[in-house]
């Protein structure tokens, strides 16, 4: 079958994604009678947390130029993204009996070393610049093929086919889609910290290939990805003017999205992309919700409390709008349809709550919590009930959801040892929704403000 990814990222893989032989499919769709195990490909998430999948992921065969070198980098990419998502436990090459040659393992050879799972490969040079890709997944126990396709691209692009392949396995065991095809717009901050030059960038996932997208003469703040365009709304200081403008990654242009009086901030799109809603201060002194159109028109006031309400972000279906305002006296999470009526308070813990994001699964509402000397991320059900606290420290803030709505990305800042701002960094955290499995996201500078791509964005 033809793969038809979206202009500039999708694109990059130029031939075919074909679809291997899979005789398993049909049997690893479905769990076993008396719940997952018992041989089935599938394993149930929650088991997962507790009893990472076991599998082993050779380097990929390669044959003509640099074949070989790729096909082992793959394998490199492949185990890293399963492993940091702690459902999976990759075993260490010095176990492996063999290496796989052929289209069928020797399945003994994998069972012996307690491989439950098997992904095999190989890399092809096509000539000139392309190369074609073979992936296969097995399930070790019954000696079957779970998954196989094979992808023709640029020699360049091989990392995102590493990560695709990725998400399918991810996909084929644990029955939920992946994110590792996916990237991290966040602002790189460097210099002393009474005088930060905060850029925005943009990288994978896993961190790699980083790119600042502005050069630090203006601070960025808040950035977001649209949902199907290559474009990111974020909030700049262009001018010495705090507004919210559109930023296009392909051509690197950046245009202001209205010309409202007051500061424009916290902008979000919608889950079409057809618009943004975002906050807008006023004469007042308070702030209000606007929704507005991609071209600056059309704005629609959806507050008007004479409160402070900030950090807009729409339910997955575009009916519903969270947001924190103190119109209640304290900063809080309220909920409001999407033409701004019915509005109700759902945060009612000890503290302060802000940067509410809804999960991709509408299931959830992420936020931060402040108050009694600390900070901490957690999640709510969008009713207010069920709150966890997922990680508490001197200062964290901001959460985004991975596409999956499987894993949190946030920022962490430490404290300063003295008033000059040595020993103060801000790094990037991510963490399962079940609290489990937080983990550093390197990045070459100091970062915050994380957002999370669309999946294959």
């Not at 719940?35 to 065969?61: C, H, K, M, Y």
């Not at 396709?149 to 640029?154: C, I, L, V």
């Not at 991290?184 to 790119?211: F, T």
């Not at 059309?298 to 709008?321: E, F, H, K, N």
Request: hydrophobic content about 35%; glycine content about 12%; some cysteine.
């Amino acid at each position: 079958m033809t793969d038809d990814l979206t202009p500039s990222r999708r694109r990059l893989i130029a031939g075919t994604a074909a679809t291997l032989f899979m005789p398993a499919i049909a049997r690893a769709q479905q769990p076993p009678p008396g719940g997952a195990g018992g041989g089935s490909a599938v394993i149930d998430v929650n088991r997962a947390r507790t009893e990472p999948i076991p599998l082993a992921v050779p380097a990929l065969t390669g044959s003509g130029g640099d074949a070989a070198r790729i096909g082992q980098e793959m394998a490199n990419v492949i185990t890293n993204n399963l492993a940091h998502s702690g459902l999976f436990r990759p075993i260490d090459p010095a176990a492996f009996i063999n290496t796989p040659t052929g289209d069928t393992p020797n399945f003994q050879n994998w069972k012996v070393i307690g491989a439950q799972a098997l992904v095999t490969g190989r890399v092809e040079s096509q000539g000139g610049d392309k190369v074609r890709v073979e992936f296969r997944l097995w399930d070790v126990l019954p000696g079957q093929q779970i998954q196989g396709t094979a992808y023709t691209t640029t020699v360049s692009n091989w990392r995102r086919i590493a990560h695709i392949i990725s998400d399918v396995i991810y996909e084929r065991l644990l029955g939920e889609k992946g994110y590792f095809d996916t990237r991290i717009v966040y602002i790189a901050g460097s210099g002393p910290r009474d005088r930060r030059v905060k850029r925005l960038a943009i990288m994978d996932q896993d961190g790699a290939n980083n790119r600042f997208l502005t050069d630090g003469s203006f601070m960025a703040l808040t950035p977001r990805f649209h949902p199907t365009r290559d474009e990111i709304a974020f909030m700049s200081y262009l001018n010495n003017k705090p507004r919210v403008y559109l930023f296009n990654l392909g051509s690197g242009r950046q245009e202001l999205l209205g010309n409202f009086d007051g500061i424009t901030l916290s902008p979000r799109f919608a889950p079409d992309g057809s618009s943004i809603i975002m906050a807008q201060t006023t004469s007042a002194g308070g702030s209000v919700i606007l929704s507005v159109g991609l071209g600056g028109g059309g704005a629609r006031r959806l507050t008007d409390s004479g409160s402070i309400d900030v950090s807009p972000c729409y339910s997955p279906d575009g009916t519903q709008i969270v947001f924190n305002s103190d119109r209640g006296g304290d900063q809080q999470l309220y909920v409001m349809s999407a033409s701004g009526g019915g509005v109700r308070r759902i945060s009612f813990g000890q503290g302060r709550y802000a940067t509410p994001v809804w999960s991709p699964r509408g299931d959830l509402i992420a936020f931060t919590r402040f108050g009694g000397g600390s900070f901490a991320i957690g999640v709510m059900r969008p009713d207010g009930s069920g709150e966890r606290i997922l990680s508490e420290s001197y200062y964290c803030e901001g959460p985004t959801f991975a596409p999956n709505g499987r894993v949190i990305m946030f920022w962490r800042e430490t404290a300063a040892r003295d008033s000059r701002g040595n020993g103060f960094s801000a790094r990037l955290h991510s963490i399962d929704i079940t609290g489990f499995n937080e983990r550093a996201v390197g990045t070459p500078t100091d970062a915050s403000d994380p957002a999370w791509s669309p999946l294959g964005a």
